[in-house]
């Protein structure tokens, strides 16, 4: 049972572009949703994260979007750039529990 | 303040070896968590420790994997008999405590013959 679903699972935008990336979790409680980044041969790095008392959350060119009752959230990515090129894994968790994870979308910022 | 650091970068085994895969935290942080990543998937949660003691094992297969985070030293997660299927990443990650953001090493490529 996969408690976390992203989508798409590969997106190619053009440079200045907004990719968004959709998740959907199942477990109701949930109260931490980080995204993470990742790199080619490189570790996941937390890139912005965002808890359910709040509906949207913005650092710099990302933006979380949170739909509690839809049990989405997404990313956002203004002004999207070739240096976002990357992997992109979102995340739940609940207080004390382990970090679960979406399956990850390779993003392509063309040029 | 070094990052989480993971040793060896690539290691590549026989099936029927051993591996071992090592992790230091970054500096304060006494809690460790290890993932396994296939090729076109995302990280899976093995086991979370902290100093010497397991936390949360639900992720660790029941034969073959073991980890340690001893009181001195990095923690070890070691996978005897390895097979072809244990062919993936492993990531480390660490934390200053249980509900702290957690920082990925650049993790362990293991490849089995």
């Known amino acids: 049972q996969q408690q976390v679903k992203q989508s798409p699972q590969s997106l190619i935008v053009q440079k200045g572009g907004i990719p968004i990336i959709n998740c959907a979790y199942e477990n109701t409680a949930f109260d931490y949703f980080p995204w993470y980044q990742q790199f080619p041969g490189k570790g996941p790095a937390l890139l912005i994260a965002i808890r359910p008392d709040v509906s949207e959350k913005k650092e710099g060119r990302f933006t979380i979007s949170f739909n509690k009752s839809a049990k989405q959230f997404s990313l956002h990515i203004m002004d999207s750039q070739p240096g976002d090129s990357a992997t992109y894994f979102c995340a739940a968790s609940k207080t004390d529990d382990k970090i679960i994870f979406g399956k990850g979308t390779r993003l392509h910022i063309l040029p | 303040n070094a990052g989480v650091m993971q040793n060896p970068r690539h290691l590549v085994r026989r099936r029927g070896q051993e591996a071992r895969l090592r992790c230091s935290p970054m500096?304060?942080?006494?809690?460790v968590y290890w993932y396994r990543q296939l090729p076109e998937e995302g990280l899976k949660f093995m086991v979370y420790l902290q100093k010497e003691n397991i936390i949360d094992e639900s992720g660790m297969p029941k034969e073959r994997f073991s980890a340690e985070f001893p009181k001195e030293g990095p923690s070890i997660l070691r996978i005897q008999q390895v097979v072809r299927g244990d062919s993936a990443a492993y990531f480390c990650?660490?934390?200053?405590?249980?509900?702290?953001?957690?920082?990925f090493g650049p993790g362990t490529r293991l490849t089995v013959l």
């Open positions: 990650a660490s934390s200053p405590g249980a509900q702290d953001t957690q920082y």
């Open positions: 500096k304060g942080h006494s809690h």
